[in-house]
Nanobody, 129 residues
């Protein structure tokens, strides 16, 4: 069974940090583009950061550049999102998602959440002001 399980969400004050983890099972991590996406109350789900199908390059939404860092440990089948300098507007449910490597997720296209087909259950991040 293909599965993604996120962890690491919680409540943090503005300016603080959190690290999210996403562990994959049932598929070979190396064969997939993978990323983090979030959905704030009343808003559409959006791409936060991803590792693309093409060369494993990382991409970030403009709103998180310089504050968030995506990384992966293929041996552990785990991808991380280090979030620093958190702001109240970062409050959202954060999802990990993956898609078999292909043209649909080349380059920054991996930020387009509709192009990914395997999703975790999400983890809530709340940033208080």
């Amino acid at each position: 069974e293909v599965q993604l399980v996120e962890s690491g969400g919680g409540l943090v004050q503005a300016g603080g940090s959190l690290r999210l983890s996403c562990t994959a099972s049932g598929f070979t991590f190396d064969d997939y583009a993978i990323g983090w996406y979030r959905q704030a109350p009343g808003k559409e789900r959006e791409g936060v950061s991803c590792i693309s199908s093409s060369g494993g390059t990382s991409y970030y939404a403009d709103s998180v550049k310089g504050r968030f860092t995506i990384s992966s440990d293929n041996a552990k089948n785990t991808v991380y999102l280090q979030m620093n300098s958190l702001k109240p507007e970062d409050t959202a449910v954060y999802y990990c998602a993956a898609e078999l490597r292909g043209a649909a997720t080349y380059g920054s296209a991996c930020l387009i959440q509709k192009r990914l087909g395997v999703w975790g259950q999400g983890t809530l991040v709340t940033v208080s002001s």
